[in-house]
């Protein structure tokens, strides 16, 4: 019998302070399932394929894709995945969602994306907490992993800032 290797979870949790908005402003931006690619540069494509026609229901399917810099190894001009939204919650302002069908190598990967309360409740601004477990990907250490999420909370949780600014 062939002997099957057990990998160890990557897991990570990793959160952005927002001083200048407050989880009111924020959640709508998150919630907004179907247009992530506003908040995230390594995104510019994201639209509904599946499930339920309400964006915010468990079940929805979003399609997101990006440029892929430098090409990969496949010739591939572009990344992509299909993450299917699994919880939302808009009284805990959460949501969770699993990257199924992807050229970019997650394997099992589900992320829950959190916005929180500041300091002095919430008068201080938020926190946008992004947590993740997936088996490891090819290619890639945990390290490097987690500090790419990292690059794309930080842009998301400026561009969202900026974004509840302007209003």
Sequence with gaps: MAEQKQWKKWQAKLSAKLTGSSTDQIWPLLEDYCNIHKW?????????????????????????????????????????????????????????????????????????????????DNQNGCEIEWSFVSNPIKGLTLENFVSYIRSNLDTMAKRMEVATQAV
């Design 40 to 120: 995230l540069q390594v995104l510019d494509t994201c639209y509904h394929v599946e499930g339920s026609p309400d964006p915010g229901q468990p079940g929805c399917i979003r399609y997101c894709s990006g440029p892929a810099i430098p090409v990969d190894k496949d010739g591939d001009t572009i990344i992509w995945a299909n993450e299917k939204l699994l919880i939302m919650d808009p009284v805990e302002r959460y949501l969770s969602y699993e990257i199924n069908e992807n050229n970019t190598g997650f394997d099992n990967y589900v992320a829950t994306i959190k916005v929180v309360p500041g300091d002095n």
